[in-house]
C-alpha cells in the first residue's frame, strides 16, 4: 500500500462528509481547509486545492465563488453525484468514503 496515495484518498472522503453535513448549503473554503486540520489532515494550501480540483473536476462538488463588500469567497458545495458517491451508489478509487 502506498502510504501518500492513502492519505489522499482519506482526505479526499473527509471533504465529501463535510460538504454533506452542511448540505444543501456550502462551506467556506477556509473553514473546510480548517477543518481537515482539526482532524488531522494538515497540508499545505497547494494540496488543498489539488484535492478541491480532483473532485470539482469529477463532479462531486461544486465551487462557488461571491463577492460582497468587495471581498471575495470561495465556496464549496457537495453535488448530488458526491452524495451518490458517499452513499455507496457509485465508487471512485481515489476517494475513500469511509472516513
Do not use: C, W
Request: hydrophobic content about 40%; charged content about 30%; aromatic content about 12%.
Amino acid at each position: 500500500m502506498d502510504v501518500k496515495r492513502e492519505k489522499y484518498r482519506r482526505i479526499r472522503g473527509a471533504m465529501l462528509k463535510f460538504l454533506a453535513k452542511a448540505h444543501p448549503g456550502t462551506i467556506d473554503s477556509r473553514v473546510l481547509y480548517y477543518l481537515l486540520d482539526d482532524v488531522r489532515y494538515t497540508m499545505t494550501e497547494d494540496e488543498f486545492l489539488s484535492h478541491v480540483i480532483y473532485l470539482s473536476e469529477l463532479g462531486y462538488m461544486r465551487i462557488e465563488r461571491r463577492e460582497a463588500t468587495g471581498v471575495e469567497v470561495t465556496m464549496y458545495v457537495i453535488t448530488p453525484q458526491g452524495l451518490n458517491l458517499l452513499d455507496g451508489f457509485v465508487a471512485d478509487v481515489g476517494v475513500d468514503v469511509r472516513f
